[in-house]
């Protein structure tokens, strides 16, 4: 299959062409998303970013990650759709969003990740926060995340720019021949993920109501010691040491209904 995208303004695409025809061959993730910072967006000063897929209709799924520490990777490798996240808005609104660095932590999550994002663009020098779809066959499927070290300019040339990207990335990534599933990891593996299993929602939602261990392990027909490890979880993730604050904080950012 070839690919084709929209035509752009040529001036500000320069490196697209290039990049289209090495996304022609296929690459792995991590390639193509260390391609797309070296090619077209090279000149948008593009530092690091997140490539996710949908996955189960519930859960966005990172198949590569480019210029983030470790904890930015486990943090936002798995992002469930409910979270106040551009890149949950993007793909259920099927839309671009921008937003300031230097404001970003304090506007999502209840800034709940206000610190870790702080240093994470202060580190990189950030500017600009981006999150485009990534769009196949009319359907999103998945969003492009990217974040600049200058402020990513809202004009014709950049909306052409993201929207050529937007259709190649969902031809590429739905294509027999992209290998994308591999990169997958299961939900529960990661260590600071929000992304917490149905369980662990069951088990933070009793213990919000003031449940015990061992009756919400005997509500749930499981052990005391797992009741325990699935709050260790929640409230690891969640940045508390209460029960009752991580009950809070899920609630306040979308995880529990």
Same mark, same amino acid.
């Given at each position: 299959?070839?690919?084709?995208?929209?035509?752009?303004?040529?001036?500000?695409?320069?490196?697209?062409?290039?990049?289209?025809?090495?996304?022609?061959?296929?690459?792995?993730?991590?390639?193509?998303?260390?391609?797309?910072?070296?090619?077209?967006?090279?000149?948008?000063?593009?530092?690091?970013?997140?490539?996710?897929?949908?996955?189960?209709?519930?859960? %966005?799924?990172?198949?590569?990650? =480019?210029?983030?520490? @470790?904890?930015?990777?486990?943090?936002?490798?798995?992002? !469930?759709?409910?979270?106040?996240?551009?890149?949950?808005?993007?793909?259920?609104?099927?839309?671009?969003?921008?937003?300031?660095?230097?404001?970003?932590?304090?506007?999502?999550?209840?800034? %709940?990740?206000?610190? %870790?994002?702080?240093?994470?663009?202060?580190?990189?020098?950030?500017?600009?926060?981006?999150?485009?779809? =990534?769009?196949?066959?009319?359907?999103?499927?998945?969003?492009?995340?990217?974040?600049?070290?200058? !402020?990513?300019?809202?004009?014709?040339?950049?909306?052409?720019?993201?929207?050529?990207?937007?259709?190649?990335?969902?031809?590429?990534?739905?294509?027999?021949?992209?290998?994308?599933?591999?990169?997958?990891?299961?939900?529960?593996? @990661?260590?600071?993920?929000?992304?917490?299993?149905?369980?662990?929602?069951?088990?933070?939602?009793?213990?919000?109501?003031?449940?015990?261990?061992?009756?919400?392990?005997?509500?749930?027909?499981?052990?005391?010691?797992?009741?325990?490890?699935?709050?260790?979880?929640?409230?690891?993730? %969640?940045?508390?040491?209460?029960?009752?604050?991580?009950?809070?904080?899920?609630?306040?950012?979308?995880?529990?209904?």
């Amino acid at each position: 299959m070839t690919m084709t995208v929209a035509a752009a303004p040529k001036s500000r695409l320069r490196a697209l062409p290039q990049f289209v025809r090495y996304a022609s061959t296929y690459p792995d993730p991590p390639a193509l998303l260390r391609a797309l910072r070296a090619g077209p967006l090279a000149h948008r000063h593009m530092v690091a970013g997140f490539l996710w897929l949908v996955s189960d209709g519930t859960h %966005l799924v990172s198949i590569a990650q =480019v210029g983030w520490k @470790r904890e930015m990777v486990e943090r936002y490798s798995i992002i !469930p759709l409910e979270l106040d996240l551009p890149a949950a808005h993007t793909v259920l609104d099927d839309r671009v969003t921008i937003d300031r660095a230097d404001s970003f932590g304090e506007v999502y999550l209840s800034a %709940l990740d206000e610190s %870790l994002l702080g240093e994470t663009f202060e580190d990189l020098d950030a500017a600009s926060v981006i999150a485009a779809p =990534v769009r196949h066959a009319g359907m999103c499927i998945g969003a492009l995340g990217l974040v600049t070290s200058a !402020p990513w300019e809202d004009d014709e040339d950049g909306r052409s720019l993201l929207d050529c990207l937007s259709h190649l990335l969902g031809l590429w990534a739905a294509h027999p021949s992209t290998t994308t599933l591999d990169s997958q990891a299961p939900l529960a593996q @990661r260590e600071w993920s929000l992304a917490f299993t149905p369980r662990q929602k069951q088990v933070l939602g009793l213990a919000g109501e003031g449940l015990s261990n061992t009756d919400i392990a005997r509500r749930l027909v499981i052990s005391t010691s797992s009741v325990k490890q699935d709050l260790q979880h929640t409230m690891r993730a %969640l940045r508390t040491h209460s029960r009752q604050g991580a009950y809070e904080r899920a609630k306040d950012i979308g995880l529990l209904s």
